[in-house]
């Protein structure tokens, strides 16, 4: 096309689209003189974020700020503890032939191959939970109550382990028999299958979790209609969240940890407060926390976290399929394990898990980091209160320590650091001082 034709096309479109009247000889419109005043410079308030995070962080010191510091500290070591203990339980398992034992037993009691694995898996989980009772005793009751955490007496925490006992045997025994069937029948492939139930059994807990299995730890009870009740219903409905009512539920009875959570999927989806933070939160605190817990849903957070943990699992399963194969090659006579497929071989797949989740700590905390630290500027911009969700995040300092170095903060948090959360609040109130809502209050500290 030449431009001399392109300049034509151009003319006869620009005229086609024209209106009419538009053509004709063209008529001054009147005038009106319109006067234009300068609008006022926004005001702008004296707001320094870092001097705002110190001071928030200054609030907890002293006794308090060692005690949560060595509390979470601890859990370092305790993480290396359990790998080692469990190391050692599968070695004896192993090496002494109980494994093989158990295996043997199952095999009496029933000739079909598929339910051998979960009266294998039973008697697995009965004496793993006894040779780690000691341990367990320690780092679930001993060791909270000697940093304030806990509020049972030790046959109320044995009722509540009891119940945590059976339901991880049921779903465990569930696991492995579809697993071992896997493996027979697919062979060199089963760690694919393995992925994939379970993935698939995740999805199944996080369904029923909140219906079924919380409300035999707690009793939970619908929020009485208040202002908070309607505004957290009022966020929930802008959000897309189905929710038709809030729940409350006595947390207290085990811990003063303060928390919520908008737990559930596929139809089961429920806003949940405990009643720590009722009780020692003030309704903006509690707005703020609910905001956070309202992000994790929006975003996708446990698809997301389901995605990742398959992949994962994938990755995880395919390494102790090599690994397994190679061991046994060395020491399964020694330790009566003929194949992969064998039950007895459950302990040194159980123990390679163990150690490759340590390994892992690094991935898996960054991943479940960042989804807490979106949930967080989601819940910032949600409801808006970025001063109550400072103080909010100080009061769960009585277990997570505050303000770790930055190599801490990305191999042992699963959240981001109190540090990181403040700094986060304030920034985001630095953004929007001329705000209204913000403008009226309350003052950070400076």
């Known amino acids: 096309m030449t431009k001399m034709t392109a300049w034509l096309l151009a003319a006869m479109l620009a005229l086609a689209v024209v209106p009419a009247a538009a053509q004709s000889v063209p008529i001054a419109a009147p005038t009106t003189h319109v006067e234009v005043e300068q609008l006022p410079p926004p005001t702008v308030q004296n707001f320094d974020v870092n001097k705002a995070v110190n001071a928030y962080l200054a609030r907890v010191g002293g006794k308090a700020r060692a005690r949560s510091d060595a509390y979470f500290e601890g859990g370092y070591v305790l993480q290396v503890v359990d790998v080692i203990y469990a190391v050692v339980v599968a ?25 051998q694995a979960p009266v294998y898996a039973i008697l697995y989980v009965v004496v793993t939970t006894v040779a780690t009772l000691p341990l367990t005793i320690y780092e679930e009751f001993v060791r909270e109550h000697a940093y304030g955490l806990s509020n049972q007496t030790f046959l109320q925490w044995a009722g509540d382990f009891g119940k945590g006992f059976a339901v991880s045997a049921v779903f465990f025994a569930v696991l492995i028999a579809l697993i071992y069937a896997a493996m027979r029948g697919a062979k060199r492939a089963w760690w694919l299958w393995g992925t994939g139930i379970a993935v698939a059994l995740v999805i199944v807990t996080a369904a029923i979790g909140p219906v079924y299995i919380a409300p035999l730890f707690n009793h939970y009870t619908s929020l009485p209609d208040s202002t908070l ?151 910032l911009n949600a409801v808006r209160q970025p001063d109550a969700f400072a103080t909010a995040v100080l009061k769960l300092s009585t277990y997570r320590k505050l303000d770790p170095s930055p190599w801490e903060e990305f191999v042992f948090y699963d959240h981001p650091s109190g540090r990181t959360r403040i700094m986060e609040a304030m920034r985001w109130k630095a953004e929007h001082l001329n705000d209204p809502d913000i403008e009226a209050g309350p003052i950070s500290p400076q």
């Open 91 to 115: 070695g004896l398992l192993l090496g002494l032939r109980l494994s093989a034992a158990m295996r043997n037993f199952a095999q009496r009691l029933t000739r079909s191959r598929f339910w």
């Open 229 to 379: 009740k309607s505004t957290i219903l009022s966020e929930a409905r802008a959000n897309g969240i189905p929710a038709k009512d809030v729940y409350v539920y006595d947390a207290s009875r085990q811990s003063n940890r303060i928390t919520a959570n908008v737990s559930g999927m596929l139809g089961t989806t429920r806003i949940s407060l405990s009643d720590n933070l009722l009780n020692d939160g003030t309704p903006s605190e509690v707005i703020a926390i609910v905001g956070h817990e309202m992000g994790h849903y929006v975003m996708d957070h446990v698809a997301i976290g389901i995605t990742w943990t398959g992949l994962l699992l994938l990755l995880g399963f395919g390494i102790a399929d090599r690994v397994f194969r190679g061991l046994v090659g060395l020491f399964g006579g020694n330790w009566d394990v003929r194949s992969i497929d064998d039950p007895a071989g459950l302990p040194l797949l159980m123990a390679l898990f163990t150690v490759l989740s340590l390994l892992a700590t690094p991935i898996t905390n960054t991943l479940t980091r960042t989804q807490e630290a979106q949930a967080d500027i989601f819940g």
